[in-house]
Every structure is written in C-alpha cells, then in structure tokens.
C-alpha cells in the first residue's frame, strides 16, 4: 500500500528465470553441409579406430609409455568396457556439428567412466568435443559452464602402474595432473574467441547483405517510378496528336471527292501533327538514350512545352475542325518549367478527351494565373463520342493526377451541371515563385 509496488518474485520463479536465461540459445542452432557431416563422420571413424586399438593394447596389458617417456607395464583391463568407452566417445564426434553440446556431455561421460590407468583412451575425443561445444553451440552460457566439467576426469592421479625410473637425471616437466588444463583450457578459449569472431563476422554479412537488398529494392522503385514517368509523357505526347490525326484523316475521306481542296488541308494537317508527334517522342526518348558520344555533345533537345504554347496547341485544335476558346486571366509570370509542363500536359489531355468523348461541342480553356496559385480549366458543352472513345480507360487522368501531386496540386474531373465535361487543376504556388 501507500504507492509502494510489490516486487518480491517467489523462489520458484527466479529460479526459473535464471534456468531460463542458461539455456536461452544465443544465435541460430547449426546447419552444417553435407561435406561437413562428412569430414565429421571420417574423424570420429579414424580416432574411432585408434582408440579401440589403444583399448585393446590396454586391455592386454602391453607395454605403455608413461610421464617423462618412462615405460610402464599396465594391468589386464576389462576389454569390454575400454572398447565400448572408445566406441561412444569417438561415434559421438560424428554429430559434433549437429549437436554440440550434447557430444561434449556424451564424451564427458565416457572420459569420467575411463579407468584413471588409460586416460589417454577419451581424452582426444574430449579434446574435439570441448572445441566443438566453444565454436558451433548456440547455447553459450550452458556450454562455457559445461567446460570446466571436462577437467573433473583428470583431477586426480594414481599409482596403479609402477613405473621404472631409468638412472640420471630426471627432467623438470609439468606435473601430469596439469597437462590436461592447460591443453583444454587454451582449446577452449581460442574456441570461444574463434565464435565470437565468427559470429561478427556473420553480422557484418548480414547487415552488407541488407544493405544491398536495399539498395536494390530503391533501385527497383526508381525504374518503376521512371517507367511510369515515361508512360505519362508517351501517353501524353502520342495520344493528343493521334486522336487529332484520326479525326482530320476521317474528315478529308469524307470529303475527298466532293471538296479535294479541303480534303488536302485536312490530310496537310495530318502530316504536320504526324511531325509534331513525331518531333515530341523524338524529345522524349532522346531523354532515355542521350549519349554525347553519339551526338558530340552538340544535339540540343528540342524544350518541353509550357504555357506560351497552348495558343499554337489552341489553333492546331482548331484547324482540325474543333471549336476551342482560350482565355487567360490575371497577370503571367515565369514558373518553374515543371509546373507549366504540367499544365500544359493538363490542357492537352483534357482536349484530347473532349476529341474522343464530345466529338462536335465547344471547348473552353482557362488559364488563371493566382497570387497564390495557378489554375486551369477545361470545359466542354458535350458532344457525340468519337471513334477513340472506347480506347484508354482513365490511365491519363491518373498520370496528371501523379504529375499534379509532385508539385501539391490537385485535378478534378467530371460532368458539369447542365451537360458536357469538366477537367479543372490547381497548383499552389509560392509567393515570387520563380524557376
């Protein structure tokens, strides 16, 4: 009470958050190779030999070498249990990559169970497992705890076997009881920093491989967005021209033989809005397949429309027999050239659309240039449908909205009150906003 919080945790549970924590594995379990197991199956074949056959020898009681390269001579021993020792320490080592934690307590074991006579006969094993369990366990808290268990068997010596002192002189060595420690030991913790070394290795890795996948995911997204950039510009270039072409070609078949006069205007119309076409996809793939060394750096591109040329794109509207009205209100001042691109490409989709869907109405466009923001309209008093209009299915409305949203603005598109079609955009502008 009084805002003080009860912490006590009952024995049980700590000592079920510190079990936990022990055997909490601190990386990825081991997934060795084929080869791998492989060369681990030829080991514990090759070490599994030399040890029965040390076994047998011991068994036997042959001759042995002892401390200090002293002979001994060691009693007959249960061969059974020397050999059945030598078989699970050295089998085990075939699954010391798999499993190494569970190897090195297997080889522990049996290294504990060996006659103190022959501990020569598992303490290699011992010696492969120790320095598997330090380099591929992922438990490492369990197994740095589980190593100092491998010192246990060779903790005491014995006088089992009388050993012959030859005459002179005897070196001053390591006492025997020491060698173990201080061959495990150094295994051990060159294991360990063998890991640890291998495991920031394996991060610095995984954080390059990121890295690229990354960058190659923002390399993904630039193609897509650029490749729908070119979709807007061909869609947007291609379309107005075409769709002006369709209806002067049809206009002059109509008319040939009665008017050939007015057929050939017509079909003049044509073929300059074929070169128009023609000139503005040049431009366009010119931006995707630049090369200096091709053009000498001396080709200049041809500059992208904005709004001085919406009277010429008004006028060749009107050659091709559409009533098309122009009216600019306010006062013009330079813009930075993408915001009059877009809305240039504003009034020449929504033209392009009445051409289509309102074959025959009157068309008006405006542009008013704000203080705070530019606006254009298009509206037309609606039509009959032309030949086009099954073809597009609002891709390049969507494309100006995309164009539009670069730059803040917005589009909107549909049927006015009392018949035809309206297509109005607005982008705000800066105070003094100039390119």
């Given at each position: 009470m009084n805002g003080v919080t009860n912490t006590w945790t009952p024995p049980l549970a700590r000592f079920r958050e510190a079990a936990g924590r022990l055997t909490r594995p601190s990386g990825p379990p081991p997934r060795p190779t084929r080869s791998a197991l492989a060369w681990d199956a030829l080991l514990a074949l090759v070490l599994g030999v030399a040890m029965i056959d040390y076994a047998l020898d011991a068994a036997d009681g042959r001759r042995q070498i002892g401390p200090y390269g002293v002979s001994v001579v060691i009693q007959p021993m249960n061969a059974a249990l020397l050999v059945t020792l030598a078989v699970v320490a050295s089998s085990a080592l075939a699954l010391r990559r798999r499993y190494p934690l569970a190897v090195l307590w297997v080889v522990q074991v049996a290294a504990m169970l060996t006659p103190q006579e022959v501990p020569r006969l598992t303490f290699y094993a011992l010696l492969v497992a120790v320095y598997s369990a330090a380099t591929h366990s992922p438990y490492r808290v369990l197994t740095l705890a589980s190593l100092p268990v491998s010192l246990l068997p060779f903790g005491m010596s014995g006088d089992a076997a009388s050993p012959v002192i030859p005459a002179g002189p005897v070196p001053a060595v390591v006492s025997d009881e020491y060698v173990p420690l201080l061959i495990l030991v150094p295994i051990a913790v060159m294991a360990d920093g063998l890991r640890r070394w291998k495991r920031r290795t394996d991060e610095s890795h995984a954080r390059l491989a990121a890295l690229e996948r990354e960058r190659d995911a923002a390399l993904r997204r630039a193609v897509e967005h650029e490749r729908a950039r070119i979709a807007r510009?061909?869609?947007?270039?291609?379309?107005?021209?075409?769709?002006?072409?369709?209806?002067?070609?049809?206009?002059?078949?109509?008319?040939?033989?009665?008017?050939?006069?007015?057929?050939?205007?017509?079909?003049?119309?044509?073929?300059?809005?074929?070169r128009a076409a023609l000139s503005e996809l040049r431009h366009v793939m010119g931006l995707l397949t630049m090369d200096d060394e091709r053009s000498g750096g001396t080709e200049e591109l041809t500059p992208q429309p904005d709004l001085d040329r919406l009277p010429a794109l008004v006028r060749r509207m009107r050659s091709s027999g559409v009533a098309v009205e122009l009216a600019v209100a306010g006062e013009p001042r330079p813009l930075p050239p993408g915001i009059e691109l877009a809305a240039y490409r504003v009034v020449q989709e929504a033209l392009t659309n009445a051409v289509k869907h309102a074959s025959g109405a009157d068309v008006r466009v405006t542009v008013d240039h704000g203080t705070e923001r530019l606006r254009v309209a298009v509206a037309d008093a609606g039509g009959e449908p032309g030949p086009g209009a099954a073809d597009g299915g609002g891709r390049g409305l969507l494309g100006l909205r995309e164009r539009l949203s670069v730059y803040g603005g917005t589009l909107t598109a549909g049927p006015r009150p009392l018949g035809g079609y309206r297509v109005e955009a607005e982008i705000p502008l800066a105070p003094g906003e100039e390119p």
């Amino acid at each position: 009470m009084n805002g003080v919080t009860n912490t006590w945790t009952p024995p049980l549970a700590r000592f079920r958050e510190a079990a936990g924590r022990l055997t909490r594995p601190s990386g990825p379990p081991p997934r060795p190779t084929r080869s791998a197991l492989a060369w681990d199956a030829l080991l514990a074949l090759v070490l599994g030999v030399a040890m029965i056959d040390y076994a047998l020898d011991a068994a036997d009681g042959r001759r042995q070498i002892g401390p200090y390269g002293v002979s001994v001579v060691i009693q007959p021993m249960n061969a059974a249990l020397l050999v059945t020792l030598a078989v699970v320490a050295s089998s085990a080592l075939a699954l010391r990559r798999r499993y190494p934690l569970a190897v090195l307590w297997v080889v522990q074991v049996a290294a504990m169970l060996t006659p103190q006579e022959v501990p020569r006969l598992t303490f290699y094993a011992l010696l492969v497992a120790v320095y598997s369990a330090a380099t591929h366990s992922p438990y490492r808290v369990l197994t740095l705890a589980s190593l100092p268990v491998s010192l246990l068997p060779f903790g005491m010596s014995g006088d089992a076997a009388s050993p012959v002192i030859p005459a002179g002189p005897v070196p001053a060595v390591v006492s025997d009881e020491y060698v173990p420690l201080l061959i495990l030991v150094p295994i051990a913790v060159m294991a360990d920093g063998l890991r640890r070394w291998k495991r920031r290795t394996d991060e610095s890795h995984a954080r390059l491989a990121a890295l690229e996948r990354e960058r190659d995911a923002a390399l993904r997204r630039a193609v897509e967005h650029e490749r729908a950039r070119i979709a807007r510009e061909l869609h947007d270039v291609v379309t107005h021209n075409v769709s002006v072409m369709v209806i002067q070609a049809g206009a002059a078949r109509t008319i040939m033989a009665a008017e050939p006069e007015r057929a050939g205007a017509a079909l003049r119309e044509v073929e300059a809005g074929g070169r128009a076409a023609l000139s503005e996809l040049r431009h366009v793939m010119g931006l995707l397949t630049m090369d200096d060394e091709r053009s000498g750096g001396t080709e200049e591109l041809t500059p992208q429309p904005d709004l001085d040329r919406l009277p010429a794109l008004v006028r060749r509207m009107r050659s091709s027999g559409v009533a098309v009205e122009l009216a600019v209100a306010g006062e013009p001042r330079p813009l930075p050239p993408g915001i009059e691109l877009a809305a240039y490409r504003v009034v020449q989709e929504a033209l392009t659309n009445a051409v289509k869907h309102a074959s025959g109405a009157d068309v008006r466009v405006t542009v008013d240039h704000g203080t705070e923001r530019l606006r254009v309209a298009v509206a037309d008093a609606g039509g009959e449908p032309g030949p086009g209009a099954a073809d597009g299915g609002g891709r390049g409305l969507l494309g100006l909205r995309e164009r539009l949203s670069v730059y803040g603005g917005t589009l909107t598109a549909g049927p006015r009150p009392l018949g035809g079609y309206r297509v109005e955009a607005e982008i705000p502008l800066a105070p003094g906003e100039e390119p």
